[in-house]
């Protein structure tokens, strides 16, 4: 198209995503349930399903909010991590396609193609969905081979092999990013300020396992995890009526059993080096499939209950609706967080009219934030590649935040960043480019720095805010 790749990631693509989502979970729903309320009812979990934290921050705070006050983000929040939406997308587009081949006996190769496709790329938008998607088609795997039933592996076998093609290349810089550690989602969440804070309950936890009385002890685990299922679930919780349909053992409800399994013990059994939290991504799936069974558990009390079930239906949306209200304030604000200036953006276009090479740009300062009144200028906002992504040029270190959660070793080139930027000695400046490959330095002027012949740069770019230097031939 010739529409900016801005305006479609940040204008077109979040109306398209949110809309399929909202299409695939229609469709999926009505195919699962055989209901058009269910389908209906699992569009309003989908959109507008919250945590029971607004409780908490009524009392407390006397007011709404506390979306993630047992950890998990809720359904509004879903665009603001594009591939967690992306990803969405393509798990129900996946176990629409699932369904459809291991109930209906439909093993066509049309179907089972595009299932490799979207289930095989799954891994690379987010890892988490597709280690729980690979987890669960092995574990159907297993169960159909001892019931003499093999062709489960025309899927399982190239959406691994898919998989790891997409994956391995580039997380091989990556280490091993999982540590085990036992129910620290659950201990954070309970002694944190800033989210449950109960600290009589952290209390009870260490008495209990410093003073050897392993019954209370247990019994404060047992509590906070269930206050971590129940607060983030909110009023999904009612989707436990649903789950009886999930007892006829067939591959689907294998897969779906294992994978809610698989969702709920990874986030409370392990942690992420360089990011603890990040493992409660695996549960926001959890919580997407509990949006069906929400959903199909509504449409039960109606048909069983009338005019009680309806009422019961009202209450569950009053009482959900809280959290995406207040969240929705937040994302609608009198004035955007962050901006780039007309300056910056064009030198980032001069740069970009360059020829290919590696940029140089100064370390995100976090001093700065501070500095600023909102709107921030982006620079100053958070550590990010945008200066890469909108002069499409390679930067040698930048976004560190996502290379601490990927375990890349990153800490020697933000040393040899500094050390450029210093330019005390040209012969170690020199030296630090030439290993880096480094063509261009991108840098504000606020911050002083300047090069001279001695450094082999030659100034090719200055307006008010912004000077670009370059290796010199």
């Known amino acids: 198209t010739s529409i900016s790749s801005l305006d479609l990631y940040f204008r077109f693509f979040p109306i398209l995503i949110s809309l399929s989502i909202g299409a695939l979970t229609f469709i999926l729903a009505k195919d699962w349930f055989k209901s058009n309320s269910t389908a209906t009812l699992s569009l309003f979990f989908i959109y507008f399903g919250g945590s029971f934290g607004w409780i908490l921050s009524l009392f407390k705070n006397r007011s709404l909010g506390g979306e993630t ?13 594009p591939p967690f939406a992306i990803s969405i997308l393509l798990f129900l587009a996946g176990l629409l396609l699932f369904n459809i081949i291991i109930n209906q006996k439909q093993h066509h190769v049309w179907r089972i193609a595009p299932l490799i496709l979207v289930w095989g790329t799954l891994i690379e938008f987010k890892a988490y969905v597709g280690i729980l998607v690979l987890g669960s088609l092995t574990f159907v795997s297993v169960v159909e081979i001892l019931k003499r039933n093999s062709s489960i592996l025309k899927i399982i076998l190239p959406t691994v092999i898919l998989s790891m093609l997409v994956f391995l290349p580039n997380n091989s810089g990556g280490t091993t990013l999982l540590v085990f550690s036992p129910l620290w989602l659950i201990h954070s969440m309970v002694d944190s300020p800033d989210r449950l804070g109960w600290f009589r309950l952290s209390l009870a936890r260490m008495s209990g396992l410093e003073g050897g009385n392993y019954l209370k002890f247990l019994g404060t685990e047992c509590l906070g995890t269930l206050i971590f299922l129940v607060g983030n679930l909110g009023t999904r919780i009612i989707g436990l009526l649903a789950l009886k349909r999930l007892f006829l053992l067939d591959g689907f409800n294998i897969f779906i059993i294992s994978f809610l399994i698989l969702s709920v013990l990874l986030p409370l059994l392990f942690i ?25 558990s509504l449409t039960l009390l109606i048909a069983r209950f009338k005019k009680i079930g309806i009422l019961i239906c009202l209450v569950i949306f009053f009482l959900t609706i809280p959290t995406t209200w207040d969240i929705l304030q937040h ?44 709107p921030r200028p982006l620079f100053a906002y958070e550590t990010t590649a945008y200066v890469g992504a909108l002069s499409k040029k390679l930067e040698y270190v930048a976004d560190t935040v996502n290379l601490e959660i990927l375990g890349v070793d990153y800490k020697g080139r933000v040393q040899a960043q500094k050390d450029i930027l210093a330019a005390k000695e040209p012969t170690i400046v020199k030296k630090l480019i030439g290993e880096g490959n480094i063509s261009y330095i991108y840098v504000h002027k606020f911050k002083n720095y300047d090069f001279d012949d001695r450094f082999g740069f030659e100034k090719i770019f200055e307006n008010e805010e912004v000077k670009i230097f370059k290796t010199a031939p």
Not at 72 to 81: D, E, F, K
Not at 272 to 286: E, L, M, S, V
Not at 338 to 357: C, N, V, W
């Open 331 to 374: 994302y609608l604000p009198d004035r955007p967080p962050a901006r780039i200036s007309l300056k910056e953006l064009e030198a980032l276009d001069f740069l970009k009219s360059q020829p290919d090479g590696v940029v140089l740009s100064s370390p995100f300062d976090p001093i700065l934030n501070k500095r600023f009144l909102e």
């Open 272 to 296: 992420q080096k360089g990011a603890n939290f990040n493992t409660i991504q695996f549960f926001y799936y959890f919580i997407l499939i509990f949006n069906f069974f929400a959903a199909a």
């Open 69 to 81: 006050t047992f950890w998990a983000q809720q359904s509004i929040s879903t665009l603001i991590n």
